[in-house]
């Protein structure tokens, strides 16, 4: 089974691709991390990318496109993937379909914007250990200090209002072409974002497996 997930920024995509991987025992294919390993192993593609990425410029899609099907054509992807992260523009999904790449279901967690901004913008860290809270749904014992080491708990930059948004108006321009592109091949399969990971996970699994 090959599934390609979709969804703006904190829908939740990942966890649920996370899950996918260990229900059907399937590898889920992040092009972050797909990247990160080419350029460890140093391979043809990998070395292009560090090329791009020395230089501080954005890694152009024929090398992303390059390491996706490398990655694809390795032994634990027989039996099925998850993809996360990729495609990410129309000319990408082009490339996956040139591929021989058969997709058997697109998997869209649709989250309202503002339920995003929420979500993410109330994300707390600990600065010293790590552990996450939420200002909201997961606050600690003492507002601003970790409960577990005392640390001070901050927001990371990619949580603040400002930066969120400018990645939700990138998706909505870039990425969510491809909700149309996947519904007019008959793959796409809308999933509403509800509010807890497990009625999530439920949905997904009831639209695929029924």
Same mark, same amino acid.
Do not use: M, W
């Given at each position: 089974m090959n599934i390609i997930m979709l969804g703006a920024p904190g829908a939740g995509k990942g966890t649920q691709a996370a899950v =996918? %991987?260990?229900?059907? @025992?399937?590898?889920?294919?992040? !092009? /972050? @991390?797909?990247?990160?390993?080419?350029?460890?192993?140093?391979? #043809?593609m990998g070395l292009k990318a560090k090329s791009f990425m020395d230089a501080g410029q954005l890694v152009p899609d024929e090398v992303v496109i390059g390491i996706v099907k490398d990655r694809l054509q390795e032994d634990d992807c027989k039996a099925g993937y998850i993809l996360d992260g990729f495609p990410r523009t129309i000319p990408q999904a082009e490339a996956l379909d040139k591929m021989g790449a058969n997709i058997d279901y697109v998997i869209d967690i649709e989250v309202a914007d503002d339920v995003i901004v929420n979500r993410l913008s109330g994300r707390r860290v600990c600065e010293k250990c790590g552990r996450p809270y939420h200002t909201e749904s997961l *606050?600690?014992?003492?507002? /601003?200090? %970790? &409960?577990? %080491?005392?640390?001070? =708990?901050? $927001?990371?930059? &990619?949580? $603040?209002?400002? !930066?969120?948004?400018?990645? =939700? &108006?990138?998706?909505? *321009? #870039?990425? #969510?072409? =491809?909700? @149309?592109?996947?519904?007019? $091949? /008959?793959?796409?399969?809308?999933? #509403? /974002? $509800? &509010?807890?990971?497990?009625d999530t996970t439920e949905a997904v699994l009831k639209a695929i497996e029924g």
């Open positions: =996918l %991987c260990e229900h059907f @025992n399937i590898p889920t294919i992040s !092009t /972050g @991390n797909i990247i990160r390993e080419a350029l460890r192993t140093g391979t #043809e *606050k600690p014992k003492v507002e /601003g200090v %970790c &409960d577990d %080491c005392g640390g001070a =708990l901050v $927001q990371r930059k &990619d949580d $603040q209002i400002d !930066t969120i948004k400018n990645r =939700l &108006d990138i998706y909505h *321009k #870039e990425t #969510e072409p =491809l909700v @149309n592109y996947y519904k007019e $091949q /008959g793959k796409l399969v809308v999933i #509403e /974002g $509800q &509010d807890t990971v497990a």
